[in-house]
């Protein structure tokens, strides 16, 4: 009995880990930038100068492979995305726990007929 | 004289495993029986060279590929040079994952606004907008339009009593994964509210959704 306490704590020890991680997608989106956006003044080139090229737009399915939910696009509207997710993992012998949270901060302006800014919506999830 | 029967009787068995994968047993199977043998389904993830492994398990194209070898093609070549330390990672998940008897997997994506940052009834979808975040769904229609916001919380726990997948994957005998007991329970939780705006763009009402 006092041979195998020493095998079973080895063993449990050789079959037990844990890991954390975190991977990111997209840059993240410049919040100060987001400030300088004007509604009814600013336009489509001068927000796309601001903020360089959007990860989404209604014509486009570009940035969209991380996420297995993505908003509905809007005509008319550009998107901007950054995002983390979160993975802990654990195992211990015969139990396996894993956690994954996928945080997303999504800037999407929206421009009228003009091509002038009609809303922004900024929502940050990452720096909660 | 024991211990040799055993040794014995193990070679048997991997060899055995090993050459039901090879050549015309293969075709024979493959073409009479299709993928499904009547002791059960063969080996999930006998998909040929281009499987994946993902936290639900090894995934790939079986279409055209024979199916019953023991291992996928190229195995050992593959998991011993994951495209990229993501792969490898997500793969010893998946592993320990499915070969534990009891394991607890937690996902949670986007996080709904609170509700008491809200505009007022008659705020301007402009002022809603600038005070939630974009909506995860904006529905436009003649004499008026919806707006939805919503979060997921989702929790898988498995209980395998038996053999567990990720352990009958390498016993070389057809079926060999389904002789156990396995308990999924899957739980979704999901919350949010839509917005309901006139044909002047103006908030009318608010549904929220009971938690779930």
């Given amino acids: 009995m006092r041979q195998l306490f020493p095998s079973f704590l080895t063993a449990a020890a050789l079959l037990s880990g844990c890991a954390t991680g975190t991977e990111q997608f997209g840059r993240p989106i410049p919040s100060d930038r987001i400030t300088q956006i004007e509604v009814g003044r600013s336009t489509r080139a001068e927000v796309l100068t601001l903020l360089g090229p959007p990860v989404r737009d209604p014509g486009s399915k570009k940035g969209q492979g991380h996420r297995s939910e993505v908003p509905e696009p809007v005509e008319g509207a550009l998107y901007w995305e950054y995002s983390e997710r979160h993975e802990r993992f654990g195992t211990a012998i015969l139990f396996t726990y894993f956690s994954q949270e996928t945080l997303t901060d999504t800037l999407m302006v929206v421009f009228d007929a003009r091509n002038v800014v009609e809303a922004v919506a900024f929502e940050q999830e990452t720096r909660r | ?212």
Avoid at chain 2, 50 to 59: C, M, Q, R, S, Y
């Fill in chain 2, 1 to 212: 004289m024991r211990a040799v029967r055993l040794g014995a009787a193990a070679s048997l068995f991997v060899f055995g495993g090993v050459l039901a994968g090879c050549g015309l047993v293969t075709l024979m199977h493959d073409t009479i029986l299709g993928p499904v043998s009547p002791a059960g389904r063969i080996h999930d993830a006998a998909v040929g060279s281009d499987f994946e492994a993902t936290l639900e398990g090894v995934k790939g194209d079986a279409e055209g590929e024979a199916r019953l070898r023991p291992f996928p093609r190229d195995l050992i070549r593959t998991l011993g040079s994951p495209s990229s330390f993501r792969k490898l990672v997500t793969g010893l998940e998946a592993f320990f994952l499915g070969a534990s008897s009891y394991s607890d997997r937690r996902t949670s994506a986007g996080a709904t606004p609170e509700l008491g940052r809200l505009p007022a009834v008659g705020a301007s979808a402009g002022d809603v907008l600038a005070a939630l975040g974009p909506p995860d769904q904006w529905v436009q229609f003649a004499g008026g339009e919806t707006m939805a916001y919503r979060s997921e919380r989702t929790r898988w726990t498995t209980l395998n009593i038996g053999i567990p997948p990720a352990l009958g994957f390498l016993i070389p005998i057809p079926g060999a994964s389904s002789l156990a007991y396995r308990r999924v329970t899957e739980d979704l939780r999901s919350q949010g509210f839509v917005l309901f705006f006139d044909e002047h763009r103006r908030l009318e009402r608010v549904a929220v959704a009971p938690p779930g």
